[in-house]
């Protein structure tokens, strides 16, 4: 197995009693868009990125008690990443959700890209049903929900850090603006 195998069947042991907006799955779409930005950013490092995304949520303070990311440290010491790389991977996971409380952008590329790619997973069809599932989860109204679109969702297209991800996210961007308006007409009819 490679190391990516193993880190895809390390977040699904991580996750497995989570279901909604937050699971492996998440992890995983995150993974996709991560490498699909990466391919079309010059300079950045594909392991850092790859790895970095798969686990940006090992240590998510919401699911789990750990502290110093050690989910993520543990798997990568266990395989055998050098630690140089292992503070660059940890550098980029800690900025994907440093920056969004802060609102500063993350400082390395990877960490960019993978903050990106979680933002993407936010958006469009699978963002709608994350929206959906975390209100449900918390108790709250669908109005609430759709609130959570105007708040934050539909910002996300401008805020992107790189052009690839800001063009990925035009016709996600554009599916929300789509069901939002067809909301609205059922909502009067
Ligand atoms: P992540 O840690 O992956 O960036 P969050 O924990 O911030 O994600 O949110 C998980 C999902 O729940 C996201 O899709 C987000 O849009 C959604 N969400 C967060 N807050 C709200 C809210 N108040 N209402 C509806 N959806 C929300
Ligand atoms: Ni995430």
């Given at each position: 197995?490679t190391?990516?195998?193993?880190?895809?069947?390390?977040?699904?042991?991580?996750?497995?009693?989570?279901?909604?907006?937050?699971?492996?799955d998440?992890?995983?779409?995150v993974?996709?868009?991560?490498?699909?930005?990466?391919g079309?950013e010059?300079?950045?490092?594909?392991?850092?990125?790859?790895?970095?995304?798969?686990?940006?949520?090992?240590?998510?303070?919401?699911?789990?008690?750990?502290?110093?990311?050690?989910?993520?440290?543990?798997?990568l010491?266990?395989?055998?990443i050098a630690?140089?790389k292992?503070?660059?991977?940890?550098?980029?996971?800690?900025?994907v959700?440093?920056?969004?409380n802060?609102?500063?952008?993350?400082?390395?590329?990877?960490?960019?890209i993978?903050?990106?790619?979680?933002?993407?997973?936010?958006?469009?069809a699978?963002?709608?049903?994350?929206a959906?599932a975390?209100?449900g989860?918390?108790?709250r109204?669908?109005?609430?929900?759709?609130?959570?679109?105007?708040?934050k969702?539909?910002?996300?297209?401008?805020?992107?850090?790189?052009?690839?991800?800001r063009?990925?996210?035009?016709?996600?961007?554009?599916?929300?603006?789509?069901?939002?308006?067809?909301?609205a007409k059922?909502?009067?009819?």
């Open positions: 197995m190391i990516m195998d193993e880190g895809i069947d390390y977040i699904k042991t991580l996750f497995r009693d989570n279901y909604g907006g937050h699971d492996a998440h992890s995983m779409r993974y996709r868009n991560a490498i699909r930005i990466a079309e010059p300079g950045a490092d594909l392991e850092i990125v790859s790895l970095a995304a798969l686990l940006h949520d090992a240590d998510d303070h919401k699911l789990f008690q750990t502290r110093n990311n050690a989910n993520a440290r543990t798997f010491r266990n395989h055998f630690p140089e292992v503070e660059k991977i940890i550098t980029a996971i800690n900025a959700s440093f920056s969004q802060r609102g500063r952008r993350p400082d390395t590329l990877e960490g960019k993978v903050q990106d790619a979680d933002r993407l997973d936010a958006i469009g699978v963002g709608i049903a994350r959906f975390f209100g989860e918390h108790g109204s669908l109005e609430s929900s759709i609130g959570h679109f105007h708040e969702l539909l910002l996300l297209k401008d805020e992107m850090n790189t052009e690839s991800a063009r990925m996210a035009e016709e996600r961007h554009a599916y929300m603006l789509g069901f939002l308006e067809e909301y059922e909502k009067e009819e």
